[in-house]
């Protein structure tokens, strides 16, 4: 059974940090594409960030965050990452991590997280 669990979201002024982690279970990790995900309070899902199965060096952001967050992937721990720096209101979700698997170069992810709240007060 695969398991995606999120954690470290929280409540932060503006202007400060949070560390997402995403710990998965019950596939093999090292094989996945991971992503990052969010999705504010009368919006659709948006896609955040995603780090390549096959070399952490691939990564790609959303316009939005770009030199704001960083993605990173420990493969030992199975886990991914979600570094946020210099956060906004409008960064206010629920953020979701996500697993596609690699060789395929499939578009769809098979397996989500519960999603994590981060809230952002001005």
């Known amino acids: 059974q695969v398991q995606l669990v999120e954690s470290g979201g929280g409540l932060v002024q503006a202007g400060g940090s949070l560390r997402l982690s995403c710990a998965a279970s019950?596939?093999?990790?090292?094989?996945?594409?991971m992503g990052w995900f969010r999705q504010a309070p009368g919006k659709e899902r948006e896609f955040v960030a995603r780090i390549s199965w096959r070399d952490s060096s691939s990564i790609y952001y959303a316009d939005s965050v770009k030199g704001q967050f960083t993605i990173s992937r420990d493969n030992a721990k199975n886990t991914v990452y979600l570094q946020m720096n210099s956060l906004k209101p409008e960064d206010t979700a629920v953020y979701y991590c996500a697993a596609r698997y690699g060789p395929t170069r499939t578009t769809r992810y098979d397996y989500w997280g519960q999603g994590t709240q981060v809230t952002v007060s001005s």
């Open positions: 019950g596939l093999s990790f090292s094989s996945y594409d």
